[in-house]
């Protein structure tokens, strides 16, 4: 299994920014994905999670409304659209999926929002 993200960057509050995972390794299309994050110096927390079909999602409640998660099941990718960026969306964005028994996660990606 491997997970690579990216998209991550510095950007400005109030902008957009769109991560992307790239998977391999395992049959993507049935599996749910999820996306974390974690800040420094606080624990790794849930951002968004999308079904197998990409029909259903959940966010955490510190993004829902301004991010969306899709997924493209032919190029075994999922996307994680943020908008109206704040200064404490600041964090390690991961992609994560939970296959055999095992969570696999990506490397990370940072997404600073800093004026």
């Known amino acids: 299994v491997q997970l690579v993200e990216s998209g991550g960057g510095l950007v400005q509050p109030g902008g957009s920014l769109r991560l992307s995972c790239a998977a391999s390794?395992?049959?993507?299309?049935?599996?749910?994905m999820s996306w974390y994050r974690q800040a420094p110096g606080k624990e790794r927390e849930f951002v968004a999670r999308i079904t197998s079909a990409g029909d259903m999602s959940l966010y955490a409640d510190s993004v829902k409304g301004r991010s969306t998660i899709s997924r493209d099941n032919a190029k075994n990718t999922v996307l994680l659209q943020m908008n109206s960026l704040k200064p404490e969306d600041t964090a390690v964005y991961y992609c994560?999926?939970?296959?055999?028994?095992?969570?696999?996660w990506g490397q990370g990606t940072q997404v600073t929002v800093s004026s």
């Open positions: 994560k999926v939970y296959v055999w028994l095992w969570d696999y």
């Open positions: 390794g395992f049959s993507f299309s049935r599996y749910d």
